[in-house]
């Protein structure tokens, strides 16, 4: 199989939740980014609904991340992202929808124009953690128990952005009804596989997007979070 190659924005949950797949089964593989805001034409070419990520294999392009996660777990040697029992997998498979889902409300948080809209937007983030955190394994470490899997990945990038909005406003009290879940999120930043998803700035170019540098966007005021 020829070499894979991720089609990237910096700050896209999404293609860190691919990025964190082709990572935790120890696949090299390239990147490159493109800026959203002015869309390469080989880029509009390729990806039917120009968003990121893509995964290209030579001359084959697989789009959505969800399904790019199964065919990086379908091609690649390492340990298992997905049981092998079909109720099992079945499961695992719905969370992923879940953790992929919940990049939406997390967005809508970030880009919150003003404290009665943050403080909508981080009660549906909230009901969110509450119903994860009924789900969650007690045991762990993962969200499954004792395998990191799809689950983990998927949600890994929501979680991760929700924590640093944690820090930025604690006053959202994000995790307030969902110790486990925070347990978990603090657990899933500091896997390996998730610490090589990124760029090494992700943080700082987070907060610079908050303050209104959103390339999509950007015309967007900032975001009440950094106000
Ligand atoms: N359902 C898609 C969502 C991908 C997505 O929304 N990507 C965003 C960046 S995070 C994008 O490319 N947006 C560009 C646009 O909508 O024009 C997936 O899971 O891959």
Same mark, same amino acid.
């Given at each position: ?19 964190? +797949?082709?990572?935790?089964r120890g696949v090299d593989y390239d ?5 959203? *805001? ?7 070419? @390729? *990806?039917?609904? =120009?968003?990121?990520?893509?995964? /290209? ?7 959505? *991340? ?5 065919? @990086?777990?379908?091609?690649?040697? =390492? ?11 079945a499961k695992e498979r719905s969370w992923?929808?879940?953790? !992929? ?14 404290? +009665? ?19 969650? *394994?007690?045991? =762990? ?5 004792? /395998?990191?899997?799809?689950?983990? +990945? ?6 991760? /952005? ?23 999120? !603090? /657990? ?13 700035? @992700? ?13 999509v966007n950007a015309q967007e005021p ?6």
């Amino acid at each position: 199989m020829a070499r894979y190659e991720l089609v990237s924005f910096h700050l896209c949950p999404y293609v860190q939740k691919a990025a964190i +797949a082709l990572r935790a089964r120890g696949v090299d593989y390239d990147i490159t980014y493109i800026d959203l *805001s002015d869309k390469p034409d080989w880029f509009l070419a @390729i *990806s039917p609904y =120009g968003k990121v990520p893509l995964l /290209r294999v030579g001359d084959d392009v697989i789009f959505e *991340s969800t399904v790019i996660n199964e065919f @990086i777990e379908e091609t690649t040697e =390492g340990p298992a992202l997905l049981s092998t029992d079909p109720i099992q997998r079945a499961k695992e498979r719905s969370w992923v929808a879940y953790g !992929s889902d919940l990049n939406l409300p997390v967005y809508r948080l970030m880009v919150a124009e003003d404290a +009665a809209e943050a403080g909508s937007e981080a009660k549906q983030v909230r009901d969110h953690m509450a119903r994860l955190e009924s789900n969650i *394994s007690e045991e =762990g470490p993962w969200f499954m128990g004792d /395998r990191f899997t799809l689950a983990d +990945a998927a949600t890994a990038p929501p979680l991760q /952005r929700l924590l640093w909005i944690d820090a930025l406003a604690p006053r959202l009290r994000l995790f307030k009804d969902a110790p486990l879940v925070r347990a978990w999120a !603090s /657990r899933l930043v500091e896997h390996p596989a998730v610490r090589a998803s990124t760029v090494d700035d @992700i943080h700082a170019r987070f907060v610079a997007y908050l303050k209104g540098d959103h390339g999509v966007n950007a015309q967007e005021p900032p975001s009440w979070l950094v106000r």
